[in-house]
């Protein structure tokens, strides 16, 4: 019989912590995917910060540190630092990556730094208990934002992808979802253009996963996917949002015009 | 005459930086502040002729302290230096570097506190540095030189300590050490034997995969790994508690003094005892781990412990801690920058010799 499926090698014999419907085990089952294809199990190494994402350890079989909340952009950049030929990416949520480490994200980003940053997006915080996150949509009801997001309370949804985009150093980010099976393979196709592109040296590389929180949305899954397709997307659009992946040299080109 | 070629005259801030390299530190993330700024200056031109040689300058500190974070757990020897307010600012990730037990070596040039105080010399950074000064259950060993040649000794050897013991060690200096300059040599080191770093991530290639982390969601798991890390700290007690000691052996008053006030109180015990007066130094070269035992054995002949310190009185705890109401202590500080003359240490000095008639 044809095997057309199989458990990753890289996924530790553990049963994940995350709730049913959340897109975190997903993302981690694709990773170890695309680490196991791309024959980089011995020369990877994962930085988790603080949240539901720090877990990580226990799932993937690879060299993994643990950050302080809002850390990973920096930990990751010592890191690579130190050992440039090695594939090294952060694992972070939407409050780590945008409100309390924005300054690591965006000065990581605009150093060039060569890692992968893998942003999952649920626009809350998850493992604290469903508080308000940066990404959390006008309107949106949460712990700490009983009556829902407000404007002129809290501010309007960071669209920190976006700001990242615009920095030289960055060379490829795109926003994907888990919300279909296409959309899932949509999200290992990124992730590995980011991870060949971080290996190639072209400079720094974000995949922003829209991803359920059926527990903290108080939603079931298939309902949660819904509310992605449909609310979210509209705030936070799908697709590349810049890949000069190959557009390198065609930057020095315009450059020599 | 005899010939120094194997010294240079450089100030205190470049010393720690050359003394890093020659001590095989490769990578220093740091922030600009004043007054260390000359160690990342240094550092930044430095470390390009250095094989692998990294430096960032970083985008705060928190971010400085969490590359060293990263850097120390891909293999490397690392440093990062700051100010006071700086420090304040690092503490989080040196709660973390202790967690994870990772070897890293910090500089702190104090400055007069709190808030952001003023550029001037201090010691009031002391309780932050000895009591951890972040988070948790943790110690990190400070290294107080009082001297560019000490600064250049210590340096060294901290980056041996750190990695002996995967734990930071902190530099305790301050500004005064950091600008001035003196003759300095890199020849004192004798490298230790370090333990094989079995805990680096650079890919599971050929071992199992690793993790690096302070998490310790279990309760028992987490009592177990402080200690664990209390065990430690009772070995780096017993090895490395380090003093100095200055015409102690007939001493009635002995005055404790580290770093840059040692170095007053120095001046202002050798005219004490021109004048006729038995007064010793003892220095704290560790300020953690604290050197309680000497002390506490000079209680039995010395009537009274005169502390003097740039802060409002921060050591002055931990030698009533080690003397446990065996002798008297007096206090003497002058906080928020003030560098006072051996002459005016010396007045208060005699002022309490003869109040308490030491004088015989």
């Known amino acids: 019989m044809k095997k057309v499926y199989a458990r990753p090698k890289l996924l530790k014999d553990a049963s994940m912590h995350y709730c049913p419907g959340c897109g975190h085990s997903i993302v981690t089952k694709l990773i170890a995917e695309i680490i196991e294809e791309m024959g980089l199990a011995d020369r990877s190494v994962c930085v988790p910060p603080a949240g539901c994402a720090v877990l990580t350890y226990n799932y993937l079989d690879i060299d993994t540190s643990e950050a302080a909340h809002g850390r990973a952009c920096a930990v990751a950049t010592g890191i690579k630092r130190v050992l440039p030929d090695r594939m090294v990416f952060t694992y972070q949520g939407d409050g780590d990556m945008a409100a309390i480490g924005t300054a690591e994200t965006i000065h990581a980003a605009n150093r060039g730094e060569r890692f992968t940053t893998i942003f999952i997006n649920n626009a809350v915080y998850g493992m604290t208990g469903g508080q308000m996150a940066p990404t959390t949509l006008v309107g949106q009801k949460t712990t700490t934002s009983p009556h829902g997001r407000s404007v002129q309370n809290e501010g309007a949804p960071i669209p920190i992808s976006e700001m990242i985009a615009i920095l030289d150093g960055a060379v490829y ?76 040299p065609d930057r020095e080109v315009a450059n020599a015009d | 005459m005899s010939q120094k070629s194997n010294y240079k005259l450089m100030r205190g801030n470049t010393v720690v930086g050359e003394a890093a390299v020659q001590a095989g530190c490769t990578c220093y993330f740091g922030y600009p502040i004043t007054p260390q700024n000359q160690l990342p200056e240094y550092m930044s031109r430095r470390l390009t002729e250095v094989k692998d040689g990294i430096f960032i300058q970083s985008e705060s500190e928190l971010s400085a302290i969490n590359m060293v974070l990263g850097a120390s757990v891909a293999g490397a020897r690392v440093m990062t230096s700051s100010s006071s307010p700086g420090i304040s600012l690092k503490q989080e990730g040196i709660s973390f570097l202790c967690g994870c037990e990772l070897p890293a070596v910090i500089v702190n040039m104090v400055r007069g506190g709190p808030g952001l105080g003023n550029i001037s010399p201090a010691q009031s950074d002391y309780f932050q540095a000895t009591r951890g000064g972040g988070h948790g259950d943790y110690r990190v060993v400070v290294l107080a030189p009082a001297s560019c040649q000490e600064i250049a000794d210590l340096t060294m050897e901290a980056f041996d300590i750190a990695d002996y013991y995967r734990n930071p060690v902190l530099i305790l200096a301050d500004g005064m050490l950091g600008q001035m300059m003196e003759p300095v040599t890199f020849e004192n080191y004798t490298p230790r034997q370090i333990p094989e770093k079995d805990y680096v991530l650079d890919g599971a290639k050929g071992r199992p995969s690793r993790i690096n982390l302070s998490l310790i969601l279990n309760p028992q798991q987490m009592e177990d790994h402080n200690w664990k890390l209390m065990r430690k700290y009772k070995t780096i007690e017993r090895n490395e508690t380090r003093y100095e000691e200055f015409m102690m052996d007939d001493a009635k008053l002995a005055v404790v003094a ?16 021109s004048d006729g007066m038995k007064v010793g130094l003892i220095r704290p070269i560790t300020l953690w781990p604290f050197p309680s035992d000497i002390i506490r054995k000079r209680a039995s002949k010395t009537d009274l412990f005169f502390v003097f310190e740039m802060s409002a009185g921060q050591m002055v705890d931990d030698v009533r801690l080690a003397l446990e109401g065996r002798s008297e202590v007096y206090f003497h500080g002058r906080p928020g920058g003030i560098i006072p003359t051996p002459v005016e240490v010396l007045r208060i000095i005699s002022r309490q010799y003869y109040q308490k008639e030491l004088g015989e």
């Open chain 2, 258 to 273: 580290y770093g840059t006030a040692a170095r007053i109180a120095k001046g202002a015990v050798k005219r004490a005892r």
């Open chain 1, 173 to 248: 980010i795109e926003r994907t979802t888990v919300t279909s099976v296409s959309a899932v393979r949509n999200t290992k196709r990124a992730i590995k253009k980011a991870f060949t592109a971080q290996m190639d040296n072209l400079g720094f590389t974000l995949v922003e996963v829209l991803s359920p929180c059926p527990t903290n949305w108080k939603m079931n899954p298939l309902k949660s996917c819904q509310w992605i397709d449909e609310e979210m997307t509209q705030v936070y659009p799908l697709g590349v949002l810049k890949d000069e992946t190959s557009g390198a």
